[in-house]
């Protein structure tokens, strides 16, 4: 055999398997560098902040998650936070999702005064960052005194831009032809839009009621200068006065966030098909 | 307006047998859209439009004494002599020239893996991947906070074990960097790498062995079959990552508050600071649109990239 082909054969034998196992390699490392803050949540919020920082730090578990449950149920009344978390998720996400699809389904298939201008605006509040409307929405509020209201929470971002767009990227890939039978058949625009149109597309309406819901259950900043009586609070915002507190107690902390965020993971974990389909209507546009 | 006419028509309603439904279908037609569109009209208007017009009109105004009066262009000279803003947008720079293209670069690695025919519990690496980005924000910034902490912190635990002496994560300007970097990092590749995994699923299977069969090797078919069909994709993942570090503020706000002196600040953060801890509300207001300006210029410029790509 001439070197050159004792070359080729070495690599054609060699290398796949070499490389397969450096990219599982790496894959696995990825992995791991992603996930192993969540299990180390776990280690933390069933410890006690002496064994936390302890050197060697814990690996496994330890048994104080009732003791840190009790003592966060205590200081921020857990349940009653995320209980505030869960009604304002779940009527933000309902009312939100409806209005963003039906722009979307307008701006998918209608001509009408006032179109182009409305697109435009639903593409620039995707471009720009909400913080810059900070300071006039908090003066807004304070005028309509609706500081520490719920509706000051919910109101302002319900016109969704992402979703407006993601629906009017499904709407348009919906036949007309359809529309125009069920009108003949005289029903009702609303009606078709409810009982024909909205079924066909609920693959992307899913993908937008989750991400919408992921979206209000994490608010951070906007929640936090709205609300300020405690037990009106959200969970993201009652657990960073948490962090603003002298002593700051980090077991009950990590526990506390741990199960804050356990419901987007489940969600994520049940849904994750839908949710990243959902993120790619915006990348490949039909 | 229309009643008035149909009314005073009546008469030559019996000539004409059909006009009412005429105009009603015209006013149908009109209305409809509206019916779908208004709510979310009616709130861009209030809640969009309307405070960013009013903050364009305050960032002429300047707070004295409690009365707002007329400064002309003062607070945008202001900024632009402002040390601490020229500070913000070099640490934008900064992330946005090392991070961004080592995210991209890292998550197109992992989506490639990720694709491989052979690679068994595909699923269970996508939602390790993904956790990251659904994390809530607080506990995040919790985990890296303890995480990072300078004495007795993990990672500090770990560079002892190999006998590096402990770095003061989030005090150190050049450290603090790297840290908020790194969680950016951290948060953000997963997220990207199972986008452009959905893209790489998306070229059909025959167009790999179509090349093969051409002899292309790997690397061929790489640049010639995957790179041109992969681009929107990536073109979106970095669109929408130069978005997010100009509008970056959850982590540094959380992670560092900006510090240590203005290392972390970004714009946005710093909007936010003159805002609602100085409560100086014209020059946050300036701040912002040019925040705003800067976003626009970029975003169109990408835009136009992809716009010409032939992809859009």
């Known amino acids: 055999m001439s070197q050159a082909a004792e070359a080729r054969s070495r690599t054609r034998g060699g290398r796949p398997r070499a490389g397969r196992a450096l990219a599982l390699l790496l894959l696995l490392a990825g992995a791991l560098i992603s996930a192993a803050p969540f299990y180390w949540m776990v280690v933390a919020s069933t410890r006690d902040d002496s064994e936390l920082f302890a050197s060697p730090p814990p690996f496994l578990p330890g048994g104080r998650f009732l003791h840190n449950l009790v003592e966060l149920e205590h200081t921020i009344g857990f349940g009653r936070v995320m209980l505030n978390s869960a009604g304002v998720a779940v009527v933000y996400t309902v009312l939100s999702s409806l209005i963003s699809a039906m722009c979307g389904y307008a701006l998918a298939k209608y001509r009408f005064r006032g179109r182009r201008l409305l697109l435009g605006a639903v593409l620039a509040t995707m471009m720009i960052p909400f913080q810059v409307l900070l300071v006039p929405l908090f003066q807004m509020m304070a005028s309509l005194g609706w500081v520490d209201t719920y509706q000051a929470v919910i109101l302002p971002f319900l016109a969704n831009s992402f979703g407006i767009f993601l629906m009017r990227q499904a709407f348009l890939a919906f036949p007309d032809e359809l529309i125009e039978s069920a009108r003949m058949d005289g029903a009702g625009d609303l009606r078709i839009f409810y009982r024909v149109v909205l079924p066909v597309v609920r693959p992307q309406f899913g993908a937008l009621v989750i991400f919408t819901f992921m979206t209000q259950w994490n608010a951070f900043l906007w929640p936090l200068l709205m609300l300020n009586t405690e037990d009106k609070y959200t969970a993201p915002v009652a657990l960073y006065t948490l962090i603003g507190q002298s002593h700051v107690d980090y077991s009950g902390l990590i526990l506390g966030s741990f199960l804050a965020t356990l419901p987007l993971m489940l969600i994520f974990f049940l849904f994750q098909k839908q949710f990243v389909s959902g993120l790619l209507g915006g990348a490949v546009k039909g | ?312």
């Open chain 2, 1 to 312: 307006m229309t009643k008035q006419r149909s009314a005073k028509s009546g008469p030559a309603r019996t000539a004409r047998p059909d006009p009412p439904p005429r105009w009603r279908e015209r006013w149908r037609r009109r209305c409809t859209p509206w019916t779908f569109a208004g709510p979310a009209a009616a709130l861009l208007a209030l809640f969009f439009a309307y405070p960013l017009l009013a903050g364009l009109y305050q960032s002429f105004t300047a707070d004295r004494d409690g009365v707002t009066t007329w400064v002309g262009l003062a607070q945008y000279r202001r900024m632009a002599a402002d040390p601490v803003f020229w500070a913000a947008l070099r640490n934008t720079g900064l992330i946005l020239l090392v991070q961004v293209p080592v995210m991209i670069g890292l998550a197109l690695l992992l989506a490639f893996g990720l694709n491989q025919s052979w690679l068994r519990l595909r699923a269970g690496f996508r939602i390790a991947y993904f956790l990251p980005a659904v994390t809530m924000l607080v506990a995040y910034s919790v985990v890296f906070r303890v995480l990072l902490k300078t004495d007795g912190g993990l990672v500090n635990q770990m560079l002892g074990a190999v006998g590096l002496p402990d770095v003061d994560w989030l005090n150190g300007p050049g450290w603090a960097r790297l840290a908020l970097i790194g969680s950016i990092t951290w948060r953000w590749t997963g997220y990207n790498a199972v986008i452009l995994l959905a893209g790489l699923q998306s070229i059909a299977r025959e167009q790999y062995e179509a090349a093969a069969i051409d002899g292309a090797g790997p690397l061929t078919t790489f640049v010639r079959v995957v790179m041109p069909q992969l681009r929107p994709v990536i073109l979106f993942c970095s669109v929408t990552s130069t978005i997010g570090t100009l509008q970056l503020f959850d982590e540094n706000y959380v992670l560092t508050g900006g510090g240590p002196g203005n290392a972390t600040t970004t714009p946005v953060l710093y909007l936010y600071k003159v805002g609602f801890e100085q409560l100086d509300f014209g020059y946050a207001a300036a701040i912002s649109w040019v925040v705003v300006a800067i976003i626009g210029l970029i975003s169109y410029a990408q835009f136009r990239f992809i716009g010409k790509d032939g992809s859009r």
